[in-house]
């Protein structure tokens, strides 16, 4: 086995020595030393046996490359070993003497360490040990990288907290405004996302533009969300986006401005309402979540100064997810509703209260209650309260207090029904033509988007459409966007065509839309 | 055993040193780029002796949350060098930190900081910081990549050795992964860690790996090999498998695993196919490797084998005949020298045939080293024939090819060669004669014709060979009469060149090789040049270069042959011709001696010399005594000394058997019945000599030759009393130091200083202590040595005393080392201490001046008293006369040569003379010349 790997001088003294075995260091010392005395220059081999070691060298220049090795060691090896050493030598030396060898002392000792373990040879190629030595890790890289997402993550949903909560701030001066109004101006966003449901949650983007309905603003989202598409961050995209953020948050201020003076007390309310079709696709969810991601970021970054708790005392949330699946010859094969109500309070004096909620209520919905609110009172008079009334709500968690859900096939409650019709069309491609309509014509939706997958290679035309599209060719689709349905404009259509001859390849179709209103109409009534 | 060191680098002298204040600063302040240049000058201040101590917490603050890699990786450096206890054995408490420190990097996400770390663990030797990393440690057996895990099996194995009981599993542990490991670097550590720490479980192993080892790496056949080694002393181990194991390994593809199966194959069976096959598989490696030292080694490896096993690998010499196709002339010697060992009778006619023709190729092929090779070949066939006569009469045709050598050595080697064939094996006689007399006129120096001239004389028995033999003579002679013919030719070429001035003689001093001066003169003039340019018959031409002692022997050698003429020939006429051609010639040379054509005249002895053969040729009627003497006496004496050499030789090889042969109350070794504690200590030696190789063999003293060794540093009313135990290691002194409060106050800052004298070297700086009243402490200092010269050790001791301004210092007294712990007797053959003689510049002659009045007795004293050896053999020095002279030999552990002759002459009861030492160095001929003035004269009954 190795016991020392060293570069000596001519007299014997070391410039770097790296032992593989515990040796004490006058003994190394003196080994080299003499090992100058024992060598001679006629001879043509080069190595040397004591009684006790043998020493294997070869000249480097005025240099010696001395290895020390125990007697039984095995030669050939050795030899191999030496040479290793000396080429990995002059890879990292430029030109071999005392100074450079004393300049990279401690680089070449690393090197010799991989050269040889514990006195074993390690079988490992000049290549090999520049890999080692650079230290690039591929690991190191994607755990900085998860880092890096765990910080944005925790920084996310702080900033996302704060802007929930001065969101809600605001509403409320709203409301107050609005002189008691059962809901008016509310702004759909993402604040459950915080609450629990991330994949619900994700589609908090569109619901905080929803009051805007700007179309451009929908093509520079989506825009994002394609570059976005695998995973980081672009720069440019998340730019665009974040500008319009801006323009929000102003408006929303201007907002805050407008209503600042007006004193406030009472139960804040928000609503949010979502439906999905064929939310299962997992590919867009994912898309969404880190587009999700990337707005919250900035959002992060914009509005740093936002108060990090809610000014509210009081603060309901309420929202609702719709989702329901649908053969594509218009049968419902189901649809859920799933809402809760959420009840945060932050300041001590008030956690003692009653909820009043509107009687309007469709009372077809299965409510359950927490368990520690007095069931009957709710059933009876429509009323939140705790079953002990002496115990106050918890303060400064927030507590899912109300869930609802209902279930049906009944085709007459869905909100809003699609008709795709692809049929094809001569050499090879199909047209589709699609178009919408809402069914239940007292409610609003917002930024409607409805998705159709395309097959195929080619690019889809498009032809005559009511509100915009954006098609994603890698994920191939066409989204189709219109920014608000409502009584006054209730349907639209749009065609388009493409290569291909399965009809069958244009489903599912996928819809999402947000909605200030509530399917449950479920609601707090303000007394003031 | 003191602190193991892994890395040594030389500190620059010349830059300057920064002060631990800059360093500081430089941590605090700098950048990573700082940092870096920073930590590496701390380090390497610490690894030259400056403990740097303050330093440590300003490390941990400031370089360990880096994330650069390249300080990781000097952090390690400096964690491997830095001291991680205080004083007192505890652990410094700042070591907590550098723990957690540890644990972060064990699970880093770059596998090259884990595995570095990990490669760190194997040298960390504190099982209190070791603890907390064992789970660590272990995460890191199941790493994605091998660097990691490879390092963290090593480290597994290094932890469990120091300290089993932090990893009580570790041999399941290692065994398990051996198992479903699939890198073979991996799969290679952890076969070395399993044969190291529980060879029962590798072995378990390799049982259920048969059949794969010949599809393993390189690295992993050499681990296995070293299991099968290790475990081969095992009563239970599978020992046909493992042969036939090594057996297969044999053909491996890697030339280090043949080596290693081959040495292993021999220790686990001492079968004649197993020797057989090794010494094949060695040859074979031998022609197929092309590096120099493997072949030395491996022919070593061989030497070591025949020596072992004797005849059985006899059959193979002329395999290892073959590696004399080999150009490097180390190699082809060794290869001899073993090939000769190994010749019998059976052998002796293939190998002395391809010797020959070695040696013819000689002639015609270009090697490096072309006559030291063919002098190697002359000799080998010499010693063949010697050893077996009958192939003598082969190889002398061949030989006497080479008389004509201009390379003195080999030619001298053959005509000694010839001369003992002649004694030997009379009926070769004429003949060589014969053939000795046709190559008389290439021949080309005084030695060979010496030698050549003898024979001639005593050999030619017949009327025709003493005819031929004179003929032959007055070939080589010119023409007669000597002076005449000179003077002629001499006028001639005057008359030729006129121009040509005076010879100018230049004289210089020479050293004859029995220590005399004699001068040399020699012709420089341009006439000269040309005579040597004309061909002149080669004794002539000696014989005008003043070789009269070759003269002499021709002298001699004529007398024989005229005297033996006289016997057999009836023809009185041509008897008295020769005779008085035989006394021109003698005449000749000796007016030729005298006169300006040679360049130094003829010596009295030769002249002398001569003169008796003229008087014997001369004497009428013949001088019977003289005639006795010529003709049998110088014979029968060289048949004396053929005959005592046989006789040394016999006596040599019988006391060869003797050593070979087991007394009658030994205990006789059965190989089937050996105990298995002999194979164990054949084993041993196999591990003994790693620890050998580090220097951790602890050598047992006696404890009273240690007290022998204490010296008292301080005298006993100094209010310190101090004492030293002197401890000389090979390359270091240990001074063990005992120091005494004697004081009834506390001693603060108590420092022990040392300085040096001569070629030593303090290794550590001293740190101060605080002694309280009475109290005692012991120091260590560590003093490297790296030359034999006499060493003084000054030294004193500072302290504070209560006061703050009293600093007292105790002077210590010197230490002086003893250079004889450092020389040791040495043997080297004659010719290399001639030439060193010449060569070393030292000299230090010291008078003989003595109470000893036995000169035998005198020598033996110096050689105990310098641990010299004494080269002059037994036989020279035996017998009583009054003069006595031999030369004596040693070398340092250092490898530095000392030379002594020593010249003595009894007058009367005292002894007078003197002893002259020689050596490369001022130092060592210094220090044994006072060794041997202090000590000649006191003489111990």
């Known amino acids: 086995v190795v016991i020392s790997a060293s570069v000596c001088t001519k007299t014997g003294k070391a410039i770097l020595s790296r032992q593989f075995m515990d040796i004490s260091r006058s003994r190394i010392e003196g080994l080299l030393a003499s090992f100058p005395k024992l060598i001679d220059n006629n001879e043509q081999h080069t190595f040397v046996e004591t009684d006790s070691v043998r020493y294997v060298y070869q000249p480097l220049e005025e240099l010696f490359m001395v290895l020390i090795t125990n007697k039984n060691s095995n030669i050939l090896q050795d030899i191999e070993t030496l040479n290793l050493f000396v080429r990995a030598i002059s890879d990292y030396c430029h030109t071999i003497n005392t100074h450079e060898i004393e300049e990279m002392a401690f680089e070449l000792s690393s090197v010799f360490d991989e050269i040889v373990n514990l006195g074993y040879r390690e079988y490992v190629s000049l290549q090999q040990l520049r890999t080692i030595y650079e230290m690039e890790s591929h690991e190191e890289k994607l755990a900085a990288e998860i880092e890096k997402n765990k910080e944005k993550e925790a920084k996310e949903l702080l900033n996302r907290k704060a802007k929930s909560l001065e969101l809600q701030r605001k509403e409320m001066q709203k409301k107050m405004a609005a002189g008691g109004m059962g809901y008016g101006n509310s702004m759909g966003y993402g604040s459950n996302s915080g609450y629990g449901n991330s994949g619900y949650g994700s589609n908090s983007g569109y619901g905080s533009n929803s009051g805007f309905g700007n179309s451009g603003y929908g093509n520079n989202y989506n825009n994002n969300n394609y570059g976005n598409n695998n995973y980081g961050n672009n720069g440019g995209f998340g730019n665009n986006s974040n500008y319009n953020q801006n323009d929000y948050n102003s408006d929303n201020r201007f907002n805050n401005n407008q209503q600042q003076n007006q004193p406030f007390r009472g139960k804040g309310m928000q609503l949010g309402h979502k439906n999905n079709n064929n939310v299962n696709d997992l590919v867009s969810q994912m898309q969404e979540e880190v587009n999700n991601q990337v707005m919250a970021d900035q959002m992060a970054a914009n509005s740093p100064n936002e108060p990090p708790t809610p000014t509210e005392p009081v603060h309901a949330i309420i929202s609702e997810k719709i989702s329901l699946a649908a053969t594509h010859d218009g049968g419902l094969e189901n649809l859920e509703i799933k809402g809760d109500m959420i009840l945060r309070i932050t300041d001590p004096n008030s956690t003692r209260l009653r909820i009043q909620l509107d009687n309007s209520f469709n009372r077809n919905f299965q409510f359950k209650t927490h368990p520690q609110v007095d069931k009957k009172l709710f059933n009876s008079g429509s009323v939140i309260a705790l079953k002990d009334p002496s115990k106050p709500f918890p303060v400064g968690t927030p507590l899912g207090i109300l869930k609802w859900r209902f279930a049906t096939r009944d085709e007459s409650f869905i909100p809003l029904s699609i008709n795709c019709w692809p049929s094809l069309a001569a050499n090879g491609t199909c047209d589709v033509n699609i178009e919408y309509e809402l069914e239940v014509p007292n409610i609003t939706l917002n930024n409607v988007s409805i998705i159709i997958p395309y097959p195929g290679m080619g690019n889809p035309t498009v032809g005559e459409v009511d509100g915009s599209y954006n098609i994603n060719h890698q994920n191939r689709y066409v989204e189709w966007q219109i920014p608000i349905i409502d009584a006054d404009n209730r349907s639209g259509s749009m065609e388009f065509n493409v290569q291909g001859n399965d009809t069958n390849s244009f489903f599912p179709v996928r819809v999402n839309f947000t909605s200030s209103q509530s399917f449950s109409n479920i609601n707090v009534s303000i007394n003031l | ?941």
């Not at chain 2, 006595?884 to 030999?889: E, V």
Request: with cysteine.
């Open chain 2, 1 to 941: 055993m003191t602190e193991p060191c892994y890395t040594l680098i030389q500190q620059d002298d010349d830059k300057e040193q920064s002060t631990i204040q800059d360093l500081k600063k430089a941590l605090e302040h700098g950048r990573d780029e700082q940092k870096i240049e920073t930590m590496k000058k701390i380090i390497t201040l610490m690894i030259n002796g400056d403990p740097c101590s303050q330093l440590l917490m300003h490390v941990i603050r400031f370089v360990t949350p880096s994330r650069d890699k390249r300080l990781k990786k000097l952090l390690l450096n400096y964690w491997e060098v830095c001291p991680k206890t205080n004083p007192d054995g505890k652990l410094k408490q700042e070591m907590i930190l550098v723990c957690n420190y540890y644990k972060n990097d064990l699970q880093h996400p770059n596998e090259f900081i884990r595995g570095s770390t990990l490669r760190f663990l194997c040298k960390l030797r504190e099982p209190e910081l070791l603890e907390p990393l064992i789970p660590s440690v272990r995460d890191c057996l199941n790493h994605k990549y091998a660097y990691v895990r490879k390092n963290a099996i090593f480290a597994i194995y290094s932890i469990y050795k120091n300290f089993p009981y932090l990893i009580p599993d570790a041999t399941e542990l290692i065994s398990n992964i051996l198992v479903v490991e699939t890198d073979m670097s991996c799969k290679r550590n952890a076969l070395v860690t399993l044969a190291n720490i529980s060879l029962p479980l590798a072995a378990e192993y390799l049982n259920s790996v048969w059949s794969q080892i010949d599809s393993f790496d390189e690295a992993m056949q050499l681990a296995v090999i070293e299991i099968i080694m290790k475990d081969c002393r095992n009563p239970t181990a599978n020992k046909s498998k493992y042969i036939q194991c090594i057996f297969s390994l044999l053909q491996s593809n890697y030339a280090s695993v043949k080596y290693d199966a081959a040495t292993t194959l021999v220790t686990l069976s001492s079968h004649e196919t197993a020797v057989k096959a090794s010494a094949s598989c060695y040859i074979s490696l031998i022609m197929k490797v092309p590096d120099n030292n493997v072949k030395l080694i491996v022919l070593n490896k061989l030497n070591e084998l025949r020596e072992k096993h004797g005849r059985i690998i006899d059959g193979m010499t002329m395999d290892i005949l073959c590696v004399l196709s080999s150009p490097d002339i180390e190699v082809r010697r060794k290869c001899i020298d073993i090939a000769l060992e190994m010749v019998s009778s059976r052998n002796v006619d293939e190998v002395v045939s391809f010797l020959k023709k070695e040696l013819v190729k000689t002639h015609d092929q270009e090697y490096e080293r072309n006559t030291e090779y063919r002098q190697l070949l002359i000799h080998a066939i010499h010693t063949c024939a010697i050893k077996f006569h009958e192939v003598a009469a082969n190889v002398v045709y061949v030989l006497m090819e080479f008389l004509g050598d201009a390379h003195n050595a080999s030619a001298v080697d053959v005509i000694n060669f010839v001369k003992e064939v002649l004694e030997k094996i009379p009926e070769l006689r004429s003949k060589i004669v014969t053939k000795l007399m046709e190559s008389f006129m290439e021949m080309k120096t005084g030695r060979v014709f010496r030698g050549a001239l003898w024979i001639i004389g005593e050999y030619c028995l017949t009327v025709e060979d003493i005819e031929a033999a004179m003929n032959e003579i007055r070939n080589t002679l010119g023409d007669l009469p000597l002076l005449a013919s000179e003077q002629r030719s001499y006028e001639n070429e005057n008359e030729d060149e006129k121009k040509d001035g005076e010879e100018k003689k230049s004289a210089q001093p020479r050293v004859l090789a029995d220590g005399t001066y004699a001068t040399e003169s020699a012709f420089s003039s341009s006439t000269n040049a040309k005579k040597e340019n004309k061909q002149k018959p080669p004794i002539r031409a000696l014989l005008l270069k003043s070789d009269f002692y070759l003269g002499t022997v021709l002298a001699a050698t004529l007398t024989k042959l005229i005297l033996r003429y006289e016997e057999l020939c009836q023809d009185a006429e041509k008897v008295n011709t020769l005779k008085s051609e035989a006394m021109l010639i003698m005449t000749g040379i000796i007016n030729l001696g005298r006169s300006k054509f040679v360049n130094s005249t003829i010596d009295e002895d030769s002249v002398e010399r001569i003169m008796t053969c003229l008087r014997t040729l001369s004497s009428v009627p013949e001088d019977k005594l003289l005639k006795e003497a010529f003709l049998n006496d110088s014979r029968n004496a060289y048949s004396q000394l053929v005959r005592t050499q046989d006789k040394k030789a016999a006596q040599e090889k019988e006391l060869n058997k003797k050593n070979h042969a087991i007394q009658v109350d030994d205990v006789i070794n059965f190989s089937l019945l050996k105990s298995k504690k002999n194979v164990q200590s054949e084993n041993d030696e196999i591990e003994a000599d790693l620890t050998r190789a580090t220097g951790s063999s602890s050598k047992t003293a006696k404890v009273t030759s240690q007290l022998s060794r204490v010296m008292q540093l301080t005298g006993f009313s100094d209010p310190v009393y101090a004492e030293a135990y002197v401890n000389v290691h090979q390359y270091n002194i240990l001074l063990d130091i005992l120091i005494v409060n004697q004081t009834s106050e506390t001693l603060q800052n108590l420092t022990l200083e040392f300085s040096t004298l001569g070629d030593l070297k303090l290794l550590e700086t001293p740190v101060p202590h605080t002694l309280r009243p009475h109290g005692f402490h012991t120091v260590k200092a560590n003093i490297k040595v790296s030359s034999t010269e006499t060493g003084v050790i000054f030294g004193n001791i500072v302290y504070d005393g209560p006061g703050a301004l009293d600093t007292s210092c105790v002077i210590l007294n010197d230490i002086h080392i003893d250079i004889m712990d450092y020389i040791k007797p040495a043997y080297c053959t004659e010719t290399k201490f001639r030439s060193m003689w010449t060569e070393f510049e030292w000299e230090n002659k010291v008078n003989v001046n003595t109470n000893i009045t036995d000169l035998r007795q005198y020598i033996n004293h110096i050689m105990k008293t310098t641990n010299m050896a004494c080269l002059t053999p037994e036989h020279a020095l035996s017998g009583e006369c009054g003069f006595l002279g031999a030369n004596m030999y040693a070398r340092s552990i250092f490898g530095e040569d000392a030379l002594a002759n020593i010249c003595l002459e009894k007058q009367g009861d005292s002894i007078a003379g003197h002893i002259r030492i020689r050596s490369k160095t001022q130092g060592i001929a210094l220090s044994l010349g006072d060794k041997i003035t202090l000590n000649q004269k006191i003489l111990k009954n």
